[in-house]
């Protein structure tokens, strides 16, 4: 029987909705396909149309503490968006800087139309500037501060920019990926924020050694059960690694129990990067079916009546 089979048995046995998507028999080279999207640079011209820049909420003025905004090319004041938000990977670590200004994964979900995009920041535990690694100082790793962050910045800028409450996916990579419970799923307030995820590379309780609080399965747990049936697409690049293969998630969430809305691909990739998502292939455009699909519905167990 094939992996993917017996993930199906697994999964079917614990009562988990579990759609498989397979990308790529073998694995790219990313420098081997061109990229068909650029991230835009910075603008310091103000909110508009097509222009990412960077922003700070009026409660943070005077720190360093800021995230960054991009209004797709077909945006106007008048009508109502649906918002992903996105955190960054650690960094320094490989091509990752940990920055919201270098953030790709939710351009290329969004290929700058249709969708307002957000990379909210990770924050320090005095609250006065952006964590690169992990979340708040070592040694505590306090997310507190990066969860009331998100608090206000969500609600702030679909109030600002039109975006639509309801419609709001979270979205990572790395770190991003597993902030996507560890943050995103904190507390019941924060978990009501969401109509989906998109996790790439990385998910929250399959590795219980990382160095901080609250890593461990029984915690992840906890999170876990906060998604209450809402729709993920969990990605990963071509490997083996115990951390954060797709079969590591599939046997992870199998041995859980929780059921779940669970859509997996490969990227096709091998490299560790969210710069997959600025290129062609199979993977993107089921990813972009899938947020066509999850923005058409209600968020399961939460809003929907």
């Given at each position: 029987?094939?992996?993917?089979?017996?993930?199906?048995?697994?999964?079917?046995?614990?009562?988990v909705?579990?759609?498989?998507?397979?990308a790529?028999?073998?694995a790219?080279?990313?420098?081997?396909?061109?990229?068909?999207?650029?991230?835009?640079?910075?603008?310091?011209?103000?909110?508009?149309?097509?222009?990412?820049?960077?922003?700070?909420?009026?409660?943070?003025?005077?720190?360093?503490?800021?995230?960054?905004?991009?209004?797709?090319?077909?945006?106007?004041?008048?009508?109502?968006?649906?918002?992903?938000?996105?955190?960054?990977?650690?960094?320094?670590?490989?091509?990752?800087?940990?920055r919201?200004e270098?953030?790709?994964?939710?351009?290329?979900?969004?290929?700058?139309?249709?969708?307002i995009?957000?990379?909210?920041?990770?924050?320090?535990?005095?609250?006065?500037?952006?964590?690169?690694?992990?979340?708040?100082?070592?040694?505590?790793?306090d997310?507190?501060?990066?969860?009331?962050?998100?608090?206000?910045a969500?609600?702030?800028?679909?109030a600002?920019?039109?975006?639509?409450?309801?419609?709001?996916?979270?979205?990572?990579?790395s770190r991003?990926?597993?902030?996507?419970?560890?943050v995103?799923?904190?507390?019941d307030?924060i978990?009501?924020?969401?109509?989906?995820f998109?996790?790439?590379?990385?998910?929250?309780?399959?590795?219980?050694?990382?160095?901080?609080?609250?890593?461990?399965?029984?915690?992840?747990?906890?999170?876990?059960?906060?998604?209450?049936?809402?729709?993920?697409?969990?990605?990963?690049?071509?490997?083996?690694?115990?951390?954060?293969s797709i079969d590591?998630?599939?046997?992870?969430?199998?041995?859980?129990?929780?059921e779940?809305?669970?859509?997996?691909?490969?990227?096709?990739?091998?490299?560790?990067d969210?710069?997959?998502?600025?290129?062609?292939?199979?993977?993107?455009?089921?990813l972009?079916?899938w947020?066509?699909?999850?923005?058409?519905?209600?968020?399961?167990?939460?809003d929907?009546?």
């Amino acid at each position: 029987m094939s992996s993917a089979n017996r993930c199906r048995v697994a999964a079917m046995a614990c009562g988990v909705a579990i759609a498989i998507t397979t990308a790529c028999v073998s694995a790219q080279d990313l420098a081997k396909v061109e990229p068909d999207l650029v991230v835009p640079t910075l603008s310091d011209d103000g909110p508009a149309a097509g222009r990412r820049f960077v922003e700070t909420l009026p409660a943070y003025e005077g720190t360093a503490v800021h995230h960054v905004v991009y209004l797709p090319t077909d945006w106007s004041a008048e009508k109502r968006w649906p918002v992903v938000v996105e955190y960054a990977g650690n960094g320094p670590f490989g091509t990752s800087t940990g920055r919201v200004e270098d953030a790709k994964l939710g351009y290329g979900v969004t290929g700058g139309r249709g969708c307002i995009w957000v990379v909210l920041p990770f924050v320090s535990g005095d609250g006065k500037s952006n964590v690169r690694w992990w979340w708040g100082d070592k040694p505590t790793y306090d997310v507190g501060p990066t969860v009331a962050y998100c608090k206000l910045a969500v609600p702030a800028i679909c109030a600002k920019y039109g975006g639509d409450p309801r419609r709001v996916v979270l979205s990572g990579f790395s770190r991003g990926a597993i902030a996507c419970h560890y943050v995103g799923l904190h507390d019941d307030e924060i978990a009501r924020l969401w109509r989906g995820f998109v996790l790439y590379s990385h998910y929250d309780g399959v590795n219980e050694h990382w160095p901080y609080p609250a890593a461990d399965r029984t915690a992840a747990l906890v999170r876990l059960k906060r998604l209450n049936g809402r729709p993920e697409f969990i990605c990963a690049e071509e490997t083996d690694s115990a951390a954060n293969s797709i079969d590591a998630v599939r046997r992870y969430l199998a041995a859980t129990g929780v059921e779940g809305d669970y859509t997996f691909a490969s990227t096709g990739y091998r490299e560790h990067d969210d710069a997959w998502a600025l290129r062609p292939g199979d993977t993107r455009r089921k990813l972009r079916a899938w947020l066509r699909r999850v923005l058409e519905q209600g968020k399961p167990g939460v809003d929907s009546k």
